[in-house]
Structures are given as structure tokens and as C-alpha cells.
């Protein structure tokens, strides 16, 4: 059985199509991303830089990129602002 971390990995890797748009227009790149705690409160806080595979829609311009395992638990030890993305629109 896959953990979450390696369905997301498999998703995008093996991405056709565009999960927002549906369109087959999709860019392969490589990329570094530090990802940031949001709020003044996490200032200190330290990035998590993460170097991935990143797929981009050309259409829409969605983008996606798994987390390894490791890099997820940190921003997990870290803690931060937990937003619930149903709710936050």
C-alpha cells in the first residue's frame, strides 16, 4: 500500500492532463521551492527547500509537485497556519 506521499509522486509524475483544467497542455520542469510558514509569527522559522519535478499547466497555468516523505514531515514538525481549503475562498 502507498503512502500519501508516493500517490502524490505517482500522480504527478504520471499526470496526462490537468487536474484543474483538464487540458493536455502540460510543461515538465525542474525546480527548487522554499516553501514558508505564512504570518508574522513564523518569521523565524526556517524554509523547507524542496527540488522537484513540477508540472505546469500551459493552459491554465496550474502547477503541481509532490512533497517527498521527509520534507513533508518537517513542515509537519514545524507546525504553521492550518487552512482549510474548502473554507477559505
Same mark, same amino acid.
Given at each position: 500500500? $502507498?503512502d500519501?506521499?508516493? @500517490?502524490?509522486?505517482?500522480?504527478? =509524475? &504520471?499526470?496526462?492532463? +490537468?487536474? @484543474? +483544467?483538464?487540458s493536455? &497542455? *502540460?510543461?515538465?520542469?525542474? !525546480? ?9 509569527? &513564523?518569521? $523565524?522559522? %526556517?524554509? =523547507? ?6 508540472v505546469v499547466c @500551459?493552459? +491554465?497555468?496550474?502547477?503541481a509537485? %509532490?512533497? %517527498?516523505? /521527509? /520534507?513533508?514531515g518537517?513542515l !509537519? @514538525? *514545524?507546525?504553521?497556519r492550518?487552512? $482549510? !481549503? =474548502?473554507?477559505?475562498r
Amino acid at each position: 500500500m $502507498n503512502d500519501g506521499s508516493s @500517490l502524490a509522486e505517482d500522480h504527478v =509524475v &504520471n499526470a496526462t492532463v +490537468c487536474t @484543474l +483544467c483538464g487540458s493536455a &497542455n *502540460l510543461g515538465r520542469f525542474l !525546480a527548487e521551492t522554499g516553501i514558508h510558514h505564512v504570518g508574522w509569527e &513564523n518569521i $523565524n522559522k %526556517p524554509s =523547507v527547500f524542496v527540488s522537484r519535478e513540477l508540472v505546469v499547466c @500551459l493552459h +491554465c497555468g496550474f502547477a503541481a509537485f %509532490p512533497l %517527498p516523505e /521527509q /520534507q513533508l514531515g518537517i513542515l !509537519a @514538525l *514545524l507546525g504553521g497556519r492550518v487552512v $482549510n !481549503a =474548502v473554507n477559505s475562498r
